[in-house]
């Protein structure tokens, strides 16, 4: 068994988190800018065993698609050309950054750290994992 692996694509940069091999823990691994994504990624599925991936979908309080979606379709697209024989899965990603940005702040990190935009990211997209994780077990 591999592990799954969680991207939060924003408009600069994506969160990145990871199951262990169990497929039972989130962790979040790394921040990375849009631009360097995919080879991360290469560098990252040569290194580690990885059966799916999960893309948060943005959904505003309307139930409305975030613009960013059109930048995730075609990263999707380019995704499934370069790594066609792992598993693409979409999760609603609503309040994760809030919820990132709450667990932060009652983490005990710094102001200057509990600021940083790439840590929002990388917790962003374990909630994510951690929550697709969750529901496959109902």
Same mark, same amino acid.
């Given at each position: 068994m591999? #592990?799954i +692996?969680?991207?939060?694509?924003?408009?600069?940069?994506?969160?990145?988190a990871?199951?262990?091999?169990?497929q039972?823990?989130?962790?979040?691994?790394?921040?990375v800018?849009n631009?360097?994504?995919?080879? *991360?990624?290469?560098?990252?599925?040569?290194e580690?065993k990885?059966?799916e991936v999960?893309?948060? +979908?943005?959904?505003?309080?309307?139930?409305?698609?975030?613009?960013?979606?059109?930048?995730?379709?075609?990263?999707?697209?380019?995704?499934?050309?370069? *790594?066609?024989?792992?598993a693409?899965?979409r999760?609603?990603?609503?309040f994760?950054?809030k919820?990132?940005? *709450? *667990?932060?702040?009652?983490?005990?990190?710094s102001?200057?750290?509990? #600021?940083?935009?790439?840590?929002?990211?990388?917790?962003?997209?374990t909630?994510?994992?951690?929550?697709? +994780?969750? #529901?496959?077990?109902?």
């Amino acid at each position: 068994m591999g #592990q799954i +692996l969680a991207i939060d694509y924003g408009k600069a940069r994506c969160g990145i988190a990871v199951t262990d091999d169990m497929q039972i823990i989130a962790s979040g691994l790394e921040t990375v800018e849009n631009r360097s994504l995919m080879e *991360f990624l290469k560098k990252y599925f040569r290194e580690n065993k990885v059966d799916e991936v999960v893309i948060g +979908l943005p959904i505003d309080l309307k139930g409305n698609v975030s613009e960013v979606e059109t930048d995730i379709l075609k990263f999707i697209e380019a995704f499934k050309k370069e *790594f066609s024989d792992i598993a693409v899965h979409r999760f609603d990603e609503r309040f994760t950054s809030k919820m990132a940005s *709450f *667990f932060i702040s009652q983490s005990g990190k710094s102001k200057k750290k509990r #600021q940083e935009k790439g840590l929002i990211d990388k917790v962003s997209a374990t909630i994510i994992l951690q929550n697709f +994780l969750e #529901q496959r077990l109902r």
